[in-house]
């Protein structure tokens, strides 16, 4: 086993005897009828329909007797948590490099209507040069119906530190806008190697409405003697508004990052 994901273990498999080509292979346990799991049919909806480069492509599903297995493209590298930890000196344009590729990625994800909703860096794995997978659509969801109506989510889980206020309020919820605050606080974590939210829920949610993040920001800037630039700090206000209807939209959120990333270089 090389790592675990939200309902299952993760395993580095070589499907046939003489093949050379290395893949990653999730398999989630289930009982009954594995059709009757709404987790585990909106995962295997999901991989199905994204082709992206920065999304880990789906090779195969193996049905087995209490198991599913979904083989996977297998990204070589460490997960950015990972990785990023590990090269503490990486430079800020690489940094940036490997934020674009996730915006890219999930832009196209929202463009298909399907929202990632534990936006993570455990989540997003790299290959050995650097290219951005997004991984682990164990909590995905399809934006709207099929009749075209948006679709409100009611099951609160993620990881709590990238969760914004309406989750961990257990609100009826967009997924859309929960993407843009995890990338908010991922983005955080790229530039200050830490959260700034930590804690029990309730805790993590009273340092959000008081917008703590903030301070974070400005303590670590003055830790590492690295000031964040002001344009990143504004897109950042833009992705943690409390409200969700008043965040900025992944697009706006891409475009926005490919001018202020140029400057604060």
């Given at each position: 086993?090389?790592d675990y994901?939200?309902?299952?273990?993760?395993?580095?498999?070589?499907p046939?005897?003489?093949?050379?080509?290395?893949?990653a292979?999730k398999?989630?346990?289930?009982?009954?009828?594995?059709?009757d799991?709404?987790?585990?049919?909106?995962?295997?909806?999901?991989?199905?329909?994204?082709?992206?480069?920065?999304?880990?492509a789906l090779?195969?599903?193996?049905i087995?007797?209490?198991?599913i297995n979904?083989?996977?493209?297998y990204?070589?590298?460490?997960?950015?948590?990972?990785?990023l930890?590990?090269?503490?000196?990486?430079?800020?344009?690489?940094?940036?490099?490997?934020?674009?590729?996730?915006?890219?990625g999930?832009?196209y994800c929202?463009s298909?209507?399907?929202?990632?909703?534990?936006?993570?860096?455990?989540?997003i794995l790299?290959?050995?040069?650097?290219?951005?997978?997004?991984?682990d659509?164990?909590l995905?969801?399809?934006c709207?119906?099929?009749?075209?109506?948006?679709?409100?989510?009611?099951?609160?889980?993620?990881?709590?530190?990238y969760l914004?206020?309406?989750?961990l309020?257990?609100?009826?919820?967009l997924?859309?806008?929960v993407?843009?605050w995890s990338?908010?606080?991922l983005l955080i974590?790229?530039?200050?190697?830490?959260?700034?939210?930590k804690?029990?829920?309730?805790?993590?949610?009273?340092?959000?409405?008081?917008?703590?993040?903030?301070?974070?920001?400005?303590?670590?800037?003055q830790?590492?003697d690295?000031?964040?630039?002001e344009?990143i700090?504004?897109?950042?206000?833009?992705c943690l508004?409390?409200?969700a209807i008043?965040r900025?939209n992944?697009?706006?959120?891409l475009?926005?990052?490919d001018k202020?990333?140029?400057?604060?270089?």
């Amino acid at each position: 086993m090389i790592d675990y994901g939200s309902f299952g273990d993760i395993f580095k498999i070589s499907p046939s005897k003489g093949e050379k080509k290395i893949y990653a292979m999730k398999q989630i346990k289930y009982r009954g009828d594995f059709r009757d799991d709404a987790y585990i049919m909106s995962e295997l909806y999901c991989l199905s329909r994204l082709k992206h480069r920065n999304i880990i492509a789906l090779h195969d599903i193996v049905i087995g007797v209490n198991e599913i297995n979904i083989i996977m493209e297998y990204a070589a590298n460490e997960n950015l948590q990972r990785y990023l930890l590990s090269h503490k000196d990486m430079p800020r344009g690489q940094k940036y490099d490997i934020f674009t590729q996730v915006l890219q990625g999930v832009m196209y994800c929202h463009s298909m209507e399907i929202s990632h909703r534990d936006l993570t860096p455990v989540n997003i794995l790299l290959t050995d040069d650097l290219v951005v997978k997004i991984a682990d659509f164990g909590l995905a969801v399809k934006c709207i119906s099929d009749a075209g109506s948006l679709l409100l989510c009611t099951d609160y889980i993620g990881t709590a530190s990238y969760l914004p206020p309406e989750v961990l309020s257990q609100q009826p919820f967009l997924p859309k806008p929960v993407d843009v605050w995890s990338l908010g606080t991922l983005l955080i974590f790229i530039i200050c190697l830490e959260v700034p939210y930590k804690g029990f829920q309730d805790d993590i949610l009273a340092q959000q409405i008081k917008e703590s993040w903030v301070d974070f920001i400005e303590i670590k800037s003055q830790a590492f003697d690295c000031r964040v630039p002001e344009e990143i700090v504004c897109l950042l206000r833009q992705c943690l508004r409390i409200n969700a209807i008043d965040r900025i939209n992944i697009d706006e959120m891409l475009c926005k990052w490919d001018k202020c990333k140029t400057i604060a270089l």
